[in-house]
């Protein structure tokens, strides 16, 4: 695995709203809890669903400044099995799109 999941926030600090972002040989990716919102002190009873949503696109530009055209998504349930999950197919996206990331 080229981006260890060592690399990412503990599952619990999703729970603040706040996504990851980073990159890896041309491929920069985000992984969030969506909807992307601070629910670490409201009761898991009176969250809404949420998904931890992965995304991957090509390098220069941030994830704000990405047409949506050129972003790869997936959604994993939120938690720790759906963390590895989210980054092991980012890693799988990486390999297996290598030629799209190395322009």
């Not at 999703?14 to 969506?34: D, I, N, P, Q, T």
């Not at 009873?45 to 949420?50: C, F, V």
């Amino acid at each position: 695995m080229a981006i260890e999941l060592a690399s990412f926030f503990p599952l619990s600090h999703y729970e603040y709203g706040e996504a990851y972002f980073g990159s890896y040989k041309g491929m920069r990716y985000r992984l969030a809890r969506e909807p992307l919102e601070n629910v670490k002190f409201t009761p898991v009873d009176k969250r809404g669903p949420a998904t931890l949503m992965a995304t991957v696109w090509p390098e220069p530009n941030s994830y704000a400044h990405t047409d949506d055209s050129l972003k790869t998504t997936e959604n994993f349930e939120v938690s720790q099995e759906g963390l590895e999950k989210a980054v092991q197919w980012i890693n799988d996206q990486y390999t297996s799109r290598e030629n799209e990331w190395m322009r």
